[in-house]
């Protein structure tokens, strides 16, 4: 659970105001408490998923355990971070996808460019295999 302290304290550092002044105590306590939360919806999360069969924790699981746990307040601002995180995913698949188009090749194109860029490596490689033998 150390990591857990690592990353959670990290987390606290950044969204704490700078003009928030706190005993060490008291932070560590902030933290300790969010260890906790987060323990707390994990193995609720865990359960869930293993009680569905299923090996990975998906957001449907995190959602139903803050509402068996009676953290209902918490599923729609969970629901609009998840909803921004599917569309970062989005726009990240389409930027790829652009790469693509933007090289004005067409795929045969490129496999043609990539076949000569590997003979080219493979004649370099040769060539100084070749001189430290």
């Known amino acids: 659970m150390h990591f857990w302290v690592a990353t959670v304290q990290k987390i606290v550092s950044e969204i704490i105001p700078p003009d928030l002044v706190f005993s060490r105590e008291t932070r560590d306590a902030l933290i300790e408490c969010c260890v906790e939360f987060i323990g707390l919806i994990s193995t609720q999360s865990n359960d869930i ?48 996808v652009g790469k693509f188009e933007a090289s004005g090749m067409t795929e ?26």
């Open 49 to 96: 998923a293993e009680g569905e069969a299923k090996k990975t924790i998906a957001s449907e699981h995190v959602i139903k355990a803050l509402q068996e746990l009676g953290f209902a307040d918490y599923i729609e601002p969970i629901r609009e971070v998840i909803q921004e995180h599917k569309e970062t995913q989005k726009q990240g698949r389409e930027r790829k």
């Open 108 to 133: 045969e194109e490129l496999l043609r460019k990539q076949e000569e860029l590997f003979g080219l490596a493979r004649s370099k490689l040769n060539q100084e295999g070749g001189a430290n033998t």
